[in-house]
T-cell receptor, first 112, second 118 residues
Framework: DQQVKQNSPSLSVQEGRISILNCDYTNSMFDYFLWYKKYPAEGPTFLISISSIKDKNEDGRFTVFLNKSAKHLSLHIVPSQPGDSAVYFCAASGGSNYKLTFGKGTLLTVNP | DAMVIQNPRYQVTQFGKPVTLSCSQTLNHNVMYWYQQKSSQAPKLLFHYYDKDFNNEADTPDNFQSRRPNTSFCFLDIRSPGLGDAAMYLC?????????????????FGSGTRLTVV
């Protein structure tokens, strides 16, 4: 049973446009959410996170939005750059549980 | 730079021949994890160590075992690799306490070991 779902396996956008990556979760105990970026042959690297007490967190070109009632979060990248091309994983943890549950990832391709 | 290092990056092993993957960290984190990631799938947690306490996930096959001889090192042993065990194996470390500054338990991943079973 997948508790964190990324329903779009891939997304392609033009350089300079907005990229929107979506993530849904089913476990109501999740209260902390993270996005990781992964290049081929490398481990995931932390990108941005959000606590359930917030509905938005921004860091430069990256913004994460959380809609708790819909159990949905999204990552916005504006403007998108070719170097952003990677697999993006959504992950979640709950309460004091430090273990992460990951989604399957979305492959973002930013075309020059 | 403080980091998580996995060796080797690529490992080829024969069907049924025991293999060991290694992970080391310079972050002094309490927790070390092993994840298995197959193509187009989510990383799947196999087990983790909180200091010396070993925590197995319920659905981790007995074929997978782990050792953590000290804070810095953690090993993944696959006793009898099958074709289905071919995957990327990711080691990660974290703290136990969320700090406001870090915002992510300090989760740090290694570059992974790509295991091929022939």
């Amino acid at each position: 049973d997948q508790q964190v779902k990324q329903n779009s396996p891939s997304l392609s956008v033009q350089e300079g446009r907005i990229s929107i990556l979506n993530c849904d979760y089913t476990n109501s105990m999740f209260d902390y959410f993270l996005w990781y970026k992964k290049y081929p042959a490398e481990g995931p690297t932390f990108l941005i996170s959000i606590s359930s007490i917030k509905d938005k967190n921004e860091d430069g070109r990256f913004t994460v939005f959380l809609n708790k009632s819909a159990k949905h979060l999204s990552l916005h990248i504006v403007p998108s750059q070719p170097g952003d091309s990677a697999v993006y994983f959504c992950a979640a943890s709950g309460g004091s549980n430090y273990k992460l549950t990951f989604g399957k990832g979305t492959l973002l391709t930013v075309n020059p | 730079d403080a980091m998580v290092i996995q060796n080797p990056r690529y490992q080829v092993t024969q069907f049924g021949k025991p293999v060991t993957l290694s992970c080391s960290q310079t972050l002094n984190h309490n927790v070390m994890y092993w994840y298995q990631q197959k193509s187009s799938q989510a990383p799947k947690l196999l087990f983790h160590y909180y200091d010396k306490d070993f925590n197995n996930e319920a659905d981790t096959p007995d074929n997978f075992q782990s050792r953590r001889p000290n804070t810095s090192f953690c090993f993944l042993d696959i006793r009898s690799p099958g074709l289905g065990d071919a995957a990327m194996y990711l080691c990660a470390t974290s703290t136990l306490i969320m700090s406001a500054g870090q915002g992510n338990y300090g989760y740090t991943f290694g570059s992974g070991t790509r295991l091929t079973v022939v």
